[in-house]
């Protein structure tokens, strides 16, 4: 082997990633198996697991006959560094020591220095409040022997069986212990600090590679106080004089961007934009062009390699969007420090970047915004975009018919010309041919086209690439309440909720636009058709046993132009059962079944909104039973209404049945 390093620290495995890329074989020397378990495997390093005295370290250097020793250990383990430097003096071996990067984050006017963990001890033993401590195992016994009241500890060790139990032998019960590996974010180290209602955060000065200006600013930003052992004082090399140092000894050009090593890794997500090197925004590109590795899907992929002069040999390119395996890709890989995602479009526009620090929960995501396709392509119809209804019809399924006669101006992502021939056609069958439609092909690139005209224009439409739709509805009306007259259904002899007992029906429900709606005994679909009205990105499920129903209630829907309302043929409660689970129900009908019906509502979703209606006294009699029965709380209103009729020059009331509305919520 040409180097020893000693040092299972960060700063050796970083030294270690190094030598083995540029294919010098060497031994690294780890006090414990975690030490060894972090590494990543490689056919140039050897890894030798266990705790040294001087004497075995200089037999060491005598087997390997190596070049060179590199003291890679941790800043505070002085006696350690005593040795291996006495170990290289008896064989007379080349030593360098690899000192560890500062941060200069220290208070010297707040911040409580001290010089060893017993002082540290010996100063919190006379405050009051939970004390979090950060310094390792090794420093526990100074904590529990100097701190009288030892419920005050909080310690954060390695997540191994030796270390746990050794804080199981010094008193500390299970709460206390926090078994962790890092590297620890700020949100990580503050969310700790909350949880233990800690007053004081000890700590090592142990820089930038130890995570200490993470913590530092945890507990400033919760006015936590610090409690800082500082760091003994050594000379020594950085890691850019390191392999500086290397180089002659092994008579070896070492490759490595020395000064980003050391760097903190940082995750960007991007967006594109449109795709052409004109409509990416400055700072995005700078990003780009410095960045280690590439995430992102084909097409993306290929967008940004066409791009001149934005990308390099160097950089690394994953087409991969998924951002838990590309969290998964960059585990095993952590001399990668410049991560770029990148996205189409925008990132807060229909986007997968939300998902990005789902996948990073302690690490903090850095978003580019990018150009989105709609606000480009409003500058070329040209309109305006904040008035508009944005949606987009890539990959999922949406309302269309009822967002077209609710929105005055809908702006749609799709995704080919398929999709415009679809709406095209779902817009004509409904005989909304006085729409306006304008479509945008690959937008931003020379062969970008913007084309107006009537539905019936793109039904034949042989466009290819990216593109995205603009429809106009002039009679467009925002209906916010239900109301629709009962001259607006088509009824047949299938019984029908009355229009004041509907309204009222509809308005106990509470729904949102986004309801799962089951109409259960829908009859014509009345109700169905004022709950689809209203929950535009929904879907309203009408339960109907009687096939005439389901016929008025396919007609009705139809005639409304309400394409998120499903018959279902079947007696409930056995036609309920393949539905999705409902946010609202609304019982007009149950054939004898309302409690087996009431069962399977909420065994599906236990905080479903329910209404019922029902005239005769004998049902009502039988839903008191039920709701008493099951522990339900009820609103119940009695509603009598009627109505004016003609009658020679006169107006007459003629009255409607009395109708219970019942309301579980």
Known sequence: MKVIIFGGTSEGRMLSECLCRNKIAHTLCVATDYGEEVLEPSEYAHVLQGRLDTQQMADLIQSEQCLVVVDATHPYAVEVSKNIRKACEMTEMKYLRFLRAEEAVIDVKNDVIVSSAA????????????????TGSKELPAFTAGVHETERLFVRVLPSVQVVASCRELGLEGKQICAMQGPFSEEMNRALLQQTKASWLVTKDTGITGGFPEKVRA????????????????????????LQALEPVLKQKIEGNF??????????????????????THEAAETIRNADILFGAKRILESVEHMPGLLHESQERVEEYRSAQIAEYLSTRPHLTRIVILMSGDVGFYSGAR???????DEKIDYYCGISSVVYFASKVPTSWQDAKLLSAHGRSLNLLNCVQRYPKII????????????????????????HVTVGTNLSYQEETVTSGTPEAFLQAETTGLHIMLIENPQAKHIIVPGMSDESFVRGKV???????????????????????????AGTGSVSMECA???????????????????????NSKKLRLSNVKAIEGLAPEALMDL????????????????????????KNPSVRIVINTIALESISEVMQLLKERGYDADIVQISAAKSRVLGRYHMMTGLNPVYIITIC
Do not use: W
């Not at 998902?355 to 929960?361: E, G, R, W, Y």
């Not at 009205?533 to 007609?555: D, K, M, Q, S």
């Open 580 to 603: 999705p689970a409902p946010t609202h129900a609304f019982i007009g009908g149950s054939a004898g079944n309302m409690g087996e019906i009431l069962d399977v509502l909420r065994a």
């Open 219 to 242: 507990a400033r930003s919760l006015g936590v106080r610090l409690v800082i052992i500082r760091r003994p004082e050594e000379s020594g090399l950085d890691y850019e004089s390191v």
């Open 355 to 361: 998902l990005v620090q789902d996948a990073f929960p």
């Open 495 to 521: 019984p029908m909720t009355k229009e004041e007992i509907r309204i009222l029906s509809v308005a106990k429900l509470q729904l949102t636009e986004d309801s799962i709606v089951y109409d259960v005994g």
């Open 119 to 134: 002082e540290a001890a010996a100063y919190l033993d006379g405050q009051e409040g939970a004390i979090f401590l950060t």
């Open 412 to 435: 749609m992502i799709v995704s080919g010309v398929e999709d415009v021939r679809a709406i095209c056609q779902e817009l004509v069958e409904a005989e909304m041919t006085y729409v």
């Open 259 to 280: 000064a980003r090593i050391l760097e903190k890794r940082t995750i960007s997500c991007i967006g594109i934009g449109m795709g052409t090197l004109d409509t990416l």
């Open 533 to 555: 009205r209203l929950c535009t990105n929904g879907t309203v499920y009408a339960v109907e046993r009687n096939p005439e129903g389901i016929a008025l209630i396919r007609e």
